[in-house]
């Protein structure tokens, strides 16, 4: 992995994890407040949609970070191009 490869997936991450600690502080703020007025019933429009459609974000970039990173990206093109490699016949 090169420099510049290396940089792009700590930039990738870091954004992640503040998103992640941005989610975490606003969830609280929303489930918090709806505890404090005993309104622990879904809300479409209270907040928890919200939280609904950034928590599977969330997901769907961590699968990306995690999942399927450079590496799983790197290893796929290398078996595509050992599959097409012919042998010569002398």
Avoid: C, P
Wanted: charged share 25%; hydrophobic share 45%.
């Amino acid at each position: 992995m090169n420099y510049n490869t290396a940089y792009n997936r700590v930039q990738q991450l870091k954004k992640f994890y503040k998103n992640l600690m941005w989610f975490g502080i606003i969830s609280l703020i929303i489930l918090g407040d709806d505890w404090f007025n005993d309104e622990l019933r879904y809300q479409i429009f209270g907040g928890h949609l919200f939280l609904g459609i950034w928590a599977l974000i969330l997901i769907m970039k961590a699968t990306s970070l995690f999942i399927f990173n450079d590496e799983w990206e790197k290893e796929i093109i290398e078996k595509e191009v050992g599959k097409n490699k012919k042998t010569i016949d002398l």
